[in-house]
Each structure stands twice: as structure tokens, then as C-alpha cells.
């Protein structure tokens, strides 16, 4: 399965993924077709990836705001998408915000706005009503 696209074809290299499973490719195929699609498939799958090559897909290097926003449940979530963020290489500044840790150490980082921004929703409505994030 090829996915005839140069920027999703490096990422997949850095990932060391040779090519994409049948769910990851109906979900790059319906997110490109719908603004609203629901993931459901087992843990390990590559959920993950299956939303973030489409994201990246979106992003403009020359918009220095943030373009797009993650909301999910735990710090572990968080985190676990962060990294599988900066493993695919972008260039694109990400930002995870979620509690348990300093929230100046995030305020600092959101001075200059990520691309990508991705929290826990207090954390997120905390940076919010402080003015961090608009």
C-alpha cells in the first residue's frame, strides 16, 4: 500500500513504518472528505497517527499561530501523542499542556504559539482564562 505522498512517505520512513494499515488509510480518506469523523479501532492500531499525518497535511509552516488543537482525557494520552508528534520530524513547533507539572514551564512555550497545541481540557481552560491561548 503506497500512499503517494512525499511528506507522508518521510514520516513513515522516520517511523520506520513501511506502510499504513487499512484503518489509517480510511481515516486519511474520510478526514480529507468530513470535517467531523469518530476513530474507533483497538489500542495499538494507530489511532495516533492515523489523525496526525492529516493534521500535518494542514498545517502552514508560514502561519505562525496555532492551527490546530488537541483536546484529550489524561497527561499519559497527551504526552504519548507529543511524542509520536516530534517523531515524524515536521519542523512544526507542539506544545503539551495538562496538570502535574509547572504551568509556567507551558507559558513560556505558548509565548511563541505552537502549530500544534495538545492538553488536557482543565490545563487548556486554565491557559485560557490566564490569556496564554486565544
Known amino acids: 500500500m503506497s500512499t503517494k505522498n512525499s511528506t507522508?512517505?518521510?514520516i513513515l520512513s522516520k517511523l520506520n513504518i513501511k506502510s499504513l494499515n487499512e484503518m489509517q488509510l480510511a481515516s486519511i480518506e474520510a478526514i480529507s472528505q468530513q470535517n467531523n469523523?469518530?476513530?474507533l479501532s483497538a489500542t495499538g492500531s494507530g489511532k495516533?497517527?492515523?489523525f496526525l499525518l492529516p493534521i500535518v497535511k494542514m498545517l502552514d509552516?508560514?502561519?505562525l499561530k496555532t492551527q490546530a488543537i488537541i483536546i484529550v482525557p489524561s497527561r499519559e494520552l497527551a504526552l504519548q501523542i507529543e511524542t509520536v508528534f516530534k517523531s515524524m520530524g515536521t519542523n512544526?513547533?507542539?506544545t503539551c499542556c495538562y496538570g502535574g507539572h509547572k504551568r509556567e514551564?507551558?507559558?513560556n512555550n505558548l509565548i511563541h504559539p505552537p502549530a500544534l497545541l495538545i492538553?488536557?481540557?482543565g490545563r487548556l481552560a486554565d491557559h485560557i482564562r490566564r490569556g496564554n491561548i486565544t
Open 61 to 63: 509552516a508560514a502561519n
Open 37 to 39: 469523523v469518530l476513530l
Open 92 to 94: 512544526f513547533k507542539v
Open 8 to 10: 507522508t512517505d518521510s
Open 105 to 107: 514551564t507551558e507559558e
Open 48 to 50: 495516533t497517527l492515523a
Open 119 to 121: 492538553g488536557t481540557p
